[in-house]
């Protein structure tokens, strides 16, 4: 706490003490006698006040009876002559107040970081102390001076230092898991907002022209193919009678353009199918198939996949349901499902297809294993099964049952795919936070996350189109979410082998493989302040650490020479995204 603070509670304490002689004696004189308060319910009435969330009014105009009074918490030595200055406030007006960035409320120099600003309302009595602060600001250890409601406080290299604890990381590359098979991506193209003319929008032109997609998950679109039964025989395909709409034609389009690449993989995906098919098409999910008609559902599903290789070179290389244990849109159980692979990969086979069903497709995480191992227990359904599919929007799932679907997956050596790769399913509903450095860095917890402790062999980001943009619709501008994962396509590419690292922290998290080139650590800190660390066991080489922060992305901060057994300590700057990397960076 700064000494300017310290003098001014002191004199509030003094000016307390009076008030309270005073009320004292006046209650004497009423005949009252006034009940004590001790210290300690002071300061918990202090802290739930000042805890609750102010509610700014109109009325509550900042006058001659108050002062906004701004202090330097404390700074954070970051390395590498940057700092971050935190800082905090007294509000000796009655209530919330209120003072808009400008004349009355501004940094001096102004941040490079539009996001590191101060705030414009003020609760009630002031800020909590670190690491509760309002805000904080990294800067070059200069002169930083925040200036409100006329009063003004200054930061730099000699201010008061805030504490830190130390988090050991221990890497241990003897302990080795999954192998990386390559970076995927969710093409859903009827979820698309704005389609432009032919099988792509501008962000997922970008993406294609920027990632190295191998694995892509696209819609069957069954609900358009067949809107009424061809002609009641699941033995004969009425072709005339298949429709060709524009969505299942820019399905067909997107398969042949990256079927032309090698070495990748396609899942088609079914969300809805024609009414005719169902028991009550008025549901919108949850609906039922029509069990006598699930010779009539592979047929349809078998004649798209036959158009997809006849008309346009393309053999789709797995189907599923998306999400049939939750029923968006069909309700599939977990043993309906397995007849459903049982059929359909016997008549895919007979067609000459090698299409395979992948299993799961739950809606996330901790439902993987339930409905998947009741699928996976219907032994004859086995030869007809692909990798161990499921979804990952849990993100806050506890570690321990995301490493029982790993060690499931291991223990069958099945391939893992999580074919959604986001952290909040509503988040399309606020597409002005797809902008922000908030959801870059809740994206790259969450792959941190999923790759340490689900085994996951390939991860699909959700979605690489226009409504989950990692890119301005008009394909021009990337956000910070692009820059984090582009550092996980980099880091972690195909034949990477993740190994062990210690146990997460709810504010750090870290996630380490060894590539067929280099060897990296991969860092997250989700706290609101720095936090330091020390890691260990990492194989000696020259590492080079790279640090994305809100206003500075990608930015390649030094290169040590680290030996055998050497321990190095560094300070993560809050809501941080870093790498340890042998791989020198790209210019």
């Known amino acids: 706490m700064s000494s300017k603070l310290l003098k001014m509670r002191c004199a509030a304490l003094v000016v307390l003490f009076v008030l309270v002689v005073t009320l004292f004696g006046c209650a004497q004189i009423n005949g009252e006698t006034p009940t004590p308060t001790t210290a300690d319910e002071t300061r918990e009435d202090a802290v739930q006040e000042?805890?609750?969330?102010?509610?700014?009014?109109?009325?509550?105009e900042p006058g001659s009876d108050g002062a906004i009074t701004p202090f330097v918490e404390c700074i954070v030595d970051i390395g590498y002559d940057r700092y971050i200055a935190f800082f905090g406030y007294e509000n000796t007006y009655e209530g919330s107040s209120e003072f808009a960035l400008g004349p009355d409320n501004f940094l001096s120099p102004e941040p490079s970081d539009p996001e590191q600003l101060p705030p414009e309302t003020f609760r009630p009595k002031g800020s909590l102390d670190y690491p509760d602060v309002v805000f904080g600001?990294?800067?070059?250890?200069?002169?930083?001076?925040?200036?409100?409601?006329?009063?003004?406080?200054v930061a730099n290299r000699d201010s008061e230092p805030c504490p830190l604890e130390t988090t050991p990381v221990e890497v241990n590359p003897s302990e080795a898991y999954q192998t990386i098979h390559g970076w995927g991506g969710a093409f859903v193209h009827d979820s698309s907002k704005s389609l432009v003319e032919g099988p792509y929008d501008e962000v997922a032109r970008y993406n294609l022209e920027h990632f190295d997609v191998t694995h892509f998950r696209v819609r069957m679109t069954l609900r358009d193919w067949e809107p009424v039964n061809d002609d009641g025989d699941p033995n004969h395909y009425e072709w005339s009678n298949f429709a060709i709409t524009d969505g299942s034609e820019r399905v067909f389009q997107f398969m042949q353009d990256v079927s032309a690449e090698e070495d990748v993989e396609v899942i088609a995906s079914i969300w809805t199918v024609p009414d005719w098919m169902v028991v009550d098409p008025t549901l919108s999910d949850g609906q039922l198939l029509h069990s006598e008609l699930y010779d009539e559902v592979i047929e349809s599903m078998t004649s798209w996949l036959l158009y997809a290789?006849?008309?346009?070179?393309?053999?789709?290389?797995?189907?599923?349901?998306?999400?049939?244990?939750?029923?968006?849109?069909v309700s599939v159980s977990s043993e309906d499902y397995a007849r459903l692979a049982i059929m359909g990969g016997s008549r895919f086979a007979r067609e000459g297809l090698k299409t395979r069903w992948v299993f799961g497709e739950a809606n996330n995480m901790g439902s993987a294993l339930y409905y998947s191992e009741r699928v996976w227990e219907v032994v004859e359904a086995r030869p007809y099964l692909g990798p161990f599919v499921f979804h990952g929007w849990d993100a806050d799932l506890n570690d321990r049952t995301i490493k029982r679907i790993r060690t499931w997956a291991m223990e069958n050596q099945f391939e893992t795919w999580v074919t959604e790769t986001?952290?909040?399913?509503?988040?399309?509903?606020?597409?002005?936070?797809?902008?922000?450095?908030?959801?870059?860095?809740?994206?790259?917890?969450?792959?941190?996350?999923?790759?340490k402790l689900s085994g996951a062999n390939v991860l699909f980001y959700w979605q690489m189109m226009d409504d989950y943009p990692l890119v301005s619709a008009d394909g021009k501008q990337p956000y910070p979410a692009f820059y984090v994962m582009d550092q996980f396509e980099e880091q972690?590419?195909?034949?990477?082998?993740?190994?062990?690292?210690?146990?997460?922290?709810?504010?750090?998290?870290?996630?380490?493989?060894?590539?067929?080139?280099?060897?990296?650590?991969?860092?997250?800190?989700?706290?609101?302040?720095?936090?330091?660390?020390?890691?260990?066991?990492l194989p000696a080489g020259t590492y080079y650490y790279v640090n994305s922060r809100s206003g500075s992305l990608l930015e390649h901060i030094d290169t040590l020479d680290i030996g055998e057994g050497e321990a190095i300590s560094l300070v993560l700057p809050n809501f941080s995204v870093a790498a340890l990397t042998t791989l020198p960076p790209q210019e």
């Open 50 to 60: 000042s805890t609750a969330t102010p509610v700014p009014t109109a009325e509550e």
């Open 137 to 153: 600001v990294e800067f070059d250890g200069s002169d930083l001076t925040w200036t409100v409601d006329g009063n003004a406080t």
């Open 309 to 329: 290789r006849d008309e346009y070179g393309v053999e789709v290389d797995y189907v599923s349901f998306n999400e049939p244990n939750l029923g968006i849109a």
């Open 422 to 451: 986001g952290y909040d399913p509503e988040l399309w509903r606020r597409p002005d936070e797809f902008k922000t450095w908030e959801n870059a860095i809740w994206l790259a917890r969450l792959y941190s996350r999923i790759y």
């Open 492 to 537: 972690f590419p195909a034949g990477s082998v993740i190994v062990g690292t210690s146990e997460n922290t709810e504010t750090i998290y870290s996630v380490a493989a060894q590539a067929e080139t280099h060897f990296v650590l991969h860092l997250v800190n989700t706290a609101r302040v720095p936090e330091q660390i020390e890691v260990t066991g």
